[in-house]
């Protein structure tokens, strides 16, 4: 059996699987049982060769919800789906209720589905969607952004995609000495951020990998989007470029930047204009508000409750405006610039 830890004492997975890749942990090292009992919410995975049934489990009660099938007086659901040659897609989900989730899925629906596409999510997916749903149940708020800290506390970067927010932070630690905090991912608890270290995209960046092919990659990405999904490049941890003793896993907000292409400016924000800024950032990222499973699961267990996780990522999203010291609009029209000016804030 496998341990990971992608958030220190918050978020730990145990699996049969070797290496296992998703949202919030692209290259995460091997962790132990006991950090994974430690953990305030857990996620057993269990991949199993074959099928999982003919049919899935039912009785008089069992009902359906398109290729789910679940019974309200359970906390599982079943998704069965014919596939090519004879083969199932199928997995079975329980727990969520809770915050120990457990998901059985067999190696078909994990080779065959690899992303998302339409109502047909992976594992990754279906457990990031998961994962966010059940921070937002224990007052924790996901949050799109990328972050750094020194001895007075974090500092959150937030961004549209493909702005420069994972590269700005990753130059401001690896070049200013900075803390790191996190380059896409983070929680907070509506006045402390806690780092989501192994999320990796960085690896897109040839301003932080510089070598000939992932120049390369870094271009023709930029140019065919769908470049991306297939996962080229060597994905490294980050800290082959910051020592794990400079991430700062749990420190209290000091202030947000929002970073904007345009004339090169550094202004005020209020916090109302800022939540309504970044929670539409989050909108893009996040998906469990829609996530098929989630949905499924909560038509046949009410306990899921979506809207609950909605109003809590409303609330704490507000917290962390208001009580930040201050929030800022970095425009420029060259990503190399961002870390400059957020540098002059912060310094």
């Not at 870094?218 to 140019?223: D, G, S």
Request: aromatic content about 12%.
């Amino acid at each position: 059996m496998n341990y990971f830890v992608p958030i220190d004492n918050i978020l730990a997975v145990k699996t049969n699987l070797n290496d296992f890749k998703w949202s919030y942990g692209l290259c995460m090292p091997k962790s132990t049982s006991e950090k994974f009992d430690s953990a305030l919410i857990k996620i057993e995975i269990e991949a199993v060769s074959g099928r999982l049934w003919d049919t899935p489990p039912s009785d008089e009660e069992t009902g359906k919800f398109h290729y789910f099938s679940g019974n309200k007086k359970a906390s599982k659901i079943f998704y069965n789906r014919n596939f090519f040659f004879g083969r199932k897609l199928q997995y079975e989900l329980s727990g969520l209720e809770t915050n120990t989730i457990k998901i059985r899925v067999n190696k078909d629906y994990l080779r065959f589905v690899t992303h998302r596409f339409m109502n047909v999510h992976s594992v990754g997916y279906i457990l990031t969607d998961i994962v966010n749903l059940k921070l937002l149940h224990n007052n924790l708020a996901p949050l799109h952004c990328s972050g750094i800290a020194d001895e007075t506390g974090s500092y959150l970067i937030f961004a549209p995609p493909n702005t420069g927010k994972t590269l700005s932070s990753m130059k401001l630690c690896m070049e200013d000495g900075y803390r790191f905090v996190a380059e896409d991912l983070a929680v907070t608890d509506g006045s402390s951020s806690h780092a989501v270290p192994w999320t990796s995209t960085f690896r897109y960046y040839s301003d932080v990998d510089n070598s000939k092919f992932s120049r390369f990659l870094n271009w023709i990405t930029e140019k065919v989007a769908v470049i991306e999904l297939f996962g080229f490049g060597k994905v490294e941890p980050i800290t082959k470029y910051v020592d794990e003793d400079k991430i700062a896993q749990v420190s209290e907000v000091k202030g947000i930047f929002i970073l904007e292409r345009g004339s090169d400016s550094v202004t005020d924000i209020d916090a109302k204009t800022a939540f309504s800024m970044c929670l539409n950032l989050d909108r893009y990222e996040f998906n469990y508000m829609r996530a098929p499973a989630i949905i499924a699961y909560e038509y046949f267990n009410p306990q899921a409750d979506i809207q609950l996780a909605l109003n809590t990522e409303q609330e704490l999203l507000r917290q962390l405006m208001d009580k930040a010291d201050f929030i800022k609009v970095v425009k420029n029209d060259n990503a190399l610039n961002y870390s400059t000016a957020i540098k002059a804030v912060v310094s």
